[in-house]
């Protein structure tokens, strides 16, 4: 079983950064690729990025390319999400998912572990 919590979550100005981290215990994710994703009000879930568990794929959303990075640091059995630039529309709940696969998923289906997520809240 494998536990995910988010952090790093909060209210920022535009044109700010967070970083977002996604601790896993439980068992290591080495083998797992993870992503990020996020929920505004009113709307369904989203994919912002992910992270194959070699660190070696990447993909982003179009609207976070250029402006998010995502990153991971497997001796800490972490990821993170560092986000530049931010927007009042990037704001919405943050949750980061794990699958075991080197496969780099988008959809939310995709992915069997969940974290309880963190707010990010961005003013104009």
Do not use: H
């Amino acid at each position: 079983q494998v536990r995910l919590v988010e952090s790093g979550g909060g209210l920022v100005q535009a044109g700010g950064s967070l970083r977002l981290s996604c601790a896993a215990s439980g068992r290591t994710i080495n083998y797992y690729a993870v992503g990020w994703f996020r929920q505004a009000p009113g709307k369904e879930r989203e994919f912002v990025a992910v992270i194959s568990w070699s660190g070696g794929k990447l993909d982003y959303a179009d609207s976070v390319k250029g402006r998010f990075t995502i990153s991971r640091d497997n001796a800490k059995n972490t990821v993170y999400l560092q986000m530049n630039s931010l927007k009042p529309e990037d704001t919405a709940v943050y949750y980061c998912a794990a699958e075991r696969s080197n496969t780099v998923y988008q959809d939310v289906t995709d992915y069997g572990y969940w974290g309880q997520g963190t707010q990010v809240t961005v003013s104009s």
